[in-house]
């Protein structure tokens, strides 16, 4: 079985990084000095951390020896002490004989016991020797365990501890056991309790019973200081990031004003109509922008450059344009009066010499002159004409009806093409199409009036319709349709025909263009009728547009003229 694959999955996560809207440099800025910041913080809170764990660990060693060796020297005084009183008794006992009889005790035989209470007071009984000592602090710990006994934790030993309120408290066997067990050399190590917490403990081996004593300080106090210490740092961050960020987006910005400046007179350079006319770009980057840093200045510098380089292009542009419609419109005018004395000589001879018996030839040539003149008449015009509309003449500003004007201009397309079928809808005169049947029936339509030169729009329609009979085959339908859209008036010519090729409908307005390379004057043209029709267009405040299919079966081609209605006052 077969298997199609689909397009690979970085294709598509490419094109949607292609059309996510890139992140402002403003936005880079400030979120990498923020990150920056906050590693920093990280990086310092965690050496903060150790040294201070390791301070605190150093101060917890010194702190645990110290209470090992107060136990020890504890532990020595009392045994100190009963050997002195056993010493003493001994001799009582000599120079009393009654007292030896008896068979009793010396006192201070229960304070040399390992597990009896510190100086023989009551009130500590179960209290390890030692753990009484003047200076032990809340959380000490002393176990001490028989020497035949110190790994197996059988409950003969004595453990103890200081609550937080400085009272004498037991330690669980489970407890015992665990300090027993990981407490085996002299040297400091940290017991996590099960009831107690963490301990740092040593184990030390008595040098007069020979018993294992295990002393510890409890570790939970350094273990809160480090947990306060991380909260502090951790609130200093974040109010340092928060300054950070403010502090920086607002340098940031105030860093980047000049060159949102430089991109504003870029855009305001962009937006003027550059490609025809007379353009001076005035705009400049201010010397302010360019002075306040290095790198504005160097982009400030290049664009004022650039638009003087182009403000000094399209001058010289404007120039040379400014010269070719004068040459134009001059040459127009010196060719029209030779070329109406030759064809008012032209007509005089036919006229004159109608009788004369001319060579074939000659009668030829005189015709050739004369049809020659008269296109080469119309084709000066054209270009007279041109010159006249892109030098900003005033046409005639007169109430034009497009209605008659498209009845006379339809019908003369119908006499000069017979072949072609020729059609006119005036929708603007017809109800709409939703309108009720009463509605309907009193409806008045608004008169399709435009201001405008009447000759000058006429020319334009002759110059479609023409358009349309010249390039359709025999046959062809043209449909001329005038409708209101708004406060607009829409006259749209429509045909069958084989439709425009999409090389040449891009180029179909611009002068001298043509439909075909041919110069053969039934099919070829000047190409001046569409730029004709365009500028005139225009200079009536509307617009012009063609749509054209070269389909099998859906072909055809389209133009819509669309020109602003005239208020028709009431």
Same mark, same amino acid.
């Given at each position: ?44 809170? $965690? ?20 209470? $090992? ?37 010396? %006192? ?10 510190? %100086? ?73 309790? !099960? ?71 870029? !855009? ?45 292009? =399209? ?17 127009? !005018? ?48 054209? =270009? ?72 000058? =729009? ?86 012009? $547009? ?8 859906? !072909? ?15």
């Amino acid at each position: 079985m077969s298997e199609t694959s689909g397009p690979p999955a970085p294709d598509g996560k490419r094109l949607g990084s292609l059309l996510a809207p890139p992140r402002s440099l403003r936005t880079r800025l400030v979120v990498g000095v923020l990150g920056l910041v906050l590693v920093m913080a990280a990086v310092m809170s $965690a050496f903060s951390t150790v040294s201070l764990r390791h301070t605190l660990m150093v101060r917890t060693d010194s702190q645990l020896m110290a209470a $090992a060796q107060r136990a020890a020297d504890k532990r020595h005084d009392l045994t100190q002490e009963a050997k002195k009183a056993s010493d003493q008794a001994a001799q009582e006992d000599r120079s009393n004989p009654d007292n030896q009889a008896g068979g009793a005790q010396p %006192d201070g035989a229960d304070k040399a016991d390992g597990a009896g209470g510190a %100086d023989g007071d009551p009130g500590k009984q179960g209290v390890p020797p030692g753990l009484d000592a003047a200076g032990q602090s809340t959380g000490t710990l002393t176990l001490i365990a028989p020497a035949t006994q110190a790994s197996s934790g059988s409950g003969s030993e004595a453990a103890a501890y200081i609550d937080k309120d400085g009272h004498y408290a037991s330690i669980s066997t489970e407890d015992c056991r665990l300090l027993l067990s990981e407490a085996t050399n002299d040297h400091p190590v940290t017991v996590h309790l !099960h009831h107690l917490g963490s301990y740092r403990v040593v184990a030390t081996r008595d040098e007069v019973s020979g018993n294992t004593v295990i002393t510890g300080v409890s570790l939970e106090g350094d273990k809160a200081l480090i947990r306060t210490q991380l909260l502090i740092e951790l609130a200093v961050a974040l109010l340092g990031a928060l300054v950070v960020a403010l502090a920086g987006r607002a340098m940031v910005r105030s860093s980047l004003a000049p060159l949102e400046r430089v991109a504003r007179t870029a !855009h305001r350079v962009a937006s003027q109509p550059l490609e025809r006319g007379e353009v001076s770009i005035k705009d400049r980057v201010e010397e302010s922008d360019l002075t306040s840093s290095a790198e504005v200045g160097h982009v400030g510098g290049a664009l004022n450059t650039l638009l003087g380089h182009v403000e000094s292009a =399209l001058s010289a542009r404007q120039r040379s344009e400014t010269q070719v419609r004068r040459f134009v419109a001059d040459a127009s !005018h010196e060719l029209r009066t030779p070329l109406a004395s030759i064809r008012g000589y032209t007509e005089l001879i036919r006229r004159e010499g109608a009788d004369a018996d001319l060579p074939e030839e000659a009668t030829y040539a005189l015709e050739r002159v004369h049809s020659e003149s008269v296109r080469m008449a119309a084709l000066v015009e054209d =270009l007279l004409l041109l010159a006249r509309l892109d030098a900003g003449r005033e046409l005639r500003r007169e109430e034009v009806d497009l209605v008659g004007l498209l009845v006379d201009t339809v019908a003369d397309a119908r006499a000069a093409g017979p072949e072609h079928d020729w059609r006119l809808d005036l929708a603007v005169l017809e109800p709409p199409a939703d309108a009720a049947p009463e509605e309907a029936e009193d409806f008045l339509p608004e008169p399709p009036l435009v201001i405008g030169d009447e000759a000058r =729009l006429r020319q334009v329609v002759v110059n479609l319709l023409a358009n349309a009979r010249v390039h359709t085959p025999a046959g062809s339908h043209v449909t001329t349709t005038l409708e209101r859209e708004g406060n607009a008036l829409v006259v749209r010519i429509q045909d069958d025909g084989p439709g425009i090729a999409p090389e040449v409908r891009d180029r179909l307005f611009e002068r001298f263009a043509r439909g075909d390379s041919s110069r053969e004057r039934r099919t070829g043209s000047t190409g001046l009728g569409m730029s004709i029709a365009l500028a005139i267009v225009q200079s009536h405040g509307g617009s012009i $547009a063609v749509d054209s299919s070269i389909a099998t079966e859906d !072909h055809g081609t389209t133009f819509t003229v669309r020109l602003p209605a005239a208020v028709v006052e009431e």
